[in-house]
C-alpha cells in the first residue's frame, strides 16, 4: 500500500486551481430599479424623512447592493448589528446608519470614527457607555450619537420610566463628544387594523416626551404598516420603511388598504433537473408520505429547506410550470423537492417558486400562508447558497 506523503503545512496550502464559474439553476433575482422605486413612491406618499431598514441581509435581499441603489433617495439606514453596520461603511455608504439592537459600549471608537448611531435603551446601557467615554484609550475626536428608544408596550428594548429616561438625557448633555440626535418608539400591532393598542402607545410615547423640547430631534416612530396604513396622533420626522420597499405587505389584511402599493422586486426560480415516472403504488420522498394512484411523472427540482423552501409547506402548495401550477409531492428534502407534472413539462422548464409566470403567480403571502408563517420569515430564510442576481 502505497503511503501519503503529505504534510500538515502542505494541507494548509491554498488550491492554485481555478474554479470555474458557478451557475446553479436555483436563483433569486432581484429587481434593483423597483426596490428603488418603491423607496421614491412611499417617500412622496408620507412627506417624510426615510431612513432604509436593510437588517436580516436586508430581508434577505442582499444588504450592500440595495442600500447601494437606496442611498440618494433615502436619509438613512437602520440595521439590527453592528456588523451589518460595518458592511454597509466598507461598501462606501455614507448616510447616516442607526443600530436598532444592542451594540457593546467595547464598540464606542468604531461607532464614533464611522458615524454609526447607536439605540439607547436603558440608564444601566447609558452608565457602561459612560465609563468607556472616560477611558483614556477611548477617546476618539469624533461624538458618540445615540438614539433613545423609548419602550411604550412592545416590551422589548427601550426605556420604560420617564425618572429613568430624563436622568439619562441629563447626564448625557452634561457629558462631552456625546450627544441624542433621535427619539423613538416600536409599535406591536401596527400591522392590525383597528387595534386599540396602538392608540395606547401613542398616548404612552407623547407623555414619556412630554417635557423634552422635541424639535431638538429626529422623532421616528413609524414602521412600514404604521406609515401606510395610518393618521398618526404624534408628530414625527422620519418613517423606518423595511417590509413595504421590497413590495411585501406588512400583513395580509392590509391588501388594498394601504396609502401606496409597492412592487414586490424579488422572484425566486430554479428548474427540472430530472423526471421520475411512477406507476400505481409509488411512494416519493422521505416518510412515503405521498403514494401515485396511478401512472404519473415527477419532477425533481434543485431546492430545499437549506436554500429556504420551508419543510413545513401544506399539501395544497404549489410552484409555476410553463404558466401553470405544479403541486408538492412528498415531502420538501434538505437539496430538493418534488412535484407533479404534466404531460407538457420537460426537462431544464423554468420553475417559478416565488413570482409570476404566465397569467400565475405566487405571492410570499400566499407562501407564508401554506405554511403558518410569514412573508417577513420567508424572504429572510432563504439561505446564502441561493445565488442572488441583482438587475435594473
Known amino acids: ?30 429587481n434593483l430599479n423597483i426596490y428603488k422605486d418603491n423607496l421614491i413612491k412611499v417617500k412622496g406618499a408620507v412627506n417624510k424623512k426615510v431612513m432604509a431598514i436593510v437588517k436580516a441581509n436586508a430581508y434577505g435581499h442582499g444588504i450592500v447592493p440595495l442600500s447601494i441603489q437606496a442611498e440618494e433617495v433615502v436619509d438613512s439606514f437602520g440595521v439590527a448589528i453592528i456588523e451589518e453596520a460595518s458592511k454597509l461603511r466598507e461598501a462606501g455608504i455614507k448616510k447616516p446608519i442607526l443600530v436598532l439592537g444592542y451594540v457593546d459600549s467595547e464598540y464606542l471608537s468604531y461607532v464614533a470614527n464611522e458615524d454609526i448611531r447607536v439605540a439607547l435603551y436603558s440608564y444601566e446601557q447609558w452608565k457602561k457607555w459612560q465609563e468607556q467615554i472616560f477611558k483614556k484609550n477611548r477617546l476618539t475626536k469624533k461624538s458618540v450619537i445615540f438614539h433613545l428608544k423609548i419602550n411604550t408596550g412592545m416590551n422589548r428594548l427601550g426605556f420604560k420610566s420617564e425618572e429613568e429616561m430624563l436622568k439619562t438625557i441629563q447626564e448625557i448633555e452634561a457629558t462631552q463628544g456625546v450627544y441624542i440626535e433621535g427619539l423613538f418608539t416600536h409599535f406591536a400591532t401596527a400591522d392590525e387594523p383597528g387595534d386599540s393598542l396602538i392608540s395606547q402607545q ?27 396604513n395610518r393618521e398618526s396622533n404624534v408628530p414625527f420626522d422620519m418613517v423606518r420603511l423595511g417590509i413595504s420597499s421590497y413590495g411585501l405587505l406588512p400583513d395580509s389584511k392590509l391588501e388594498n388598504q394601504l396609502k401606496v402599493t409597492t412592487e414586490p422586486i424579488l422572484q425566486l426560480k430554479t428548474k427540472i433537473v430530472h423526471i421520475q415516472e411512477l406507476k400505481a403504488g409509488d411512494k416519493v420522498g422521505y416518510g412515503a408520505t405521498y403514494e401515485a394512484k396511478e401512472g404519473e411523472r415527477v419532477g425533481i427540482i434543485p431546492i430545499g429547506y437549506a436554500d429556504g423552501l420551508l419543510r413545513r409547506y401544506a399539501l395544497n402548495a404549489y410552484v409555476l410550470v410553463n404558466g401553470e401550477r405544479r403541486y408538492f409531492t412528498g415531502r420538501v428534502c434538505m437539496d430538493q423537492a418534488m412535484i407533479k407534472l404534466e404531460p407538457k413539462d420537460c426537462l431544464e422548464d423554468e420553475v417559478v417558486i416565488y413570482g409570476e409566470q404566465g397569467k400565475e403567480k405566487v405571492s410570499l403571502e400566499m407562501a407564508a400562508d401554506w405554511s403558518n408563517s410569514i412573508n417577513y420569515e ?15
Open 1 to 30: 500500500m502505497n503511503n501519503l506523503n503529505i504534510g500538515y503545512s502542505e494541507l494548509l496550502t491554498p488550491s492554485k486551481v481555478e474554479s470555474p464559474v458557478f451557475d446553479r439553476a436555483t436563483k433569486a433575482i432581484i
Open 202 to 228: 401613542e398616548n404612552i410615547f407623547l407623555e414619556m416626551i412630554s417635557k423634552l423640547k422635541k424639535d431638538k430631534y429626529i422623532v421616528h416612530i413609524a414602521n412600514s404598516a404604521y406609515a401606510l
Open 378 to 392: 420567508l424572504a429572510c430564510l432563504i439561505s446564502e447558497r441561493v445565488h442572488r442576481v441583482y438587475i435594473k
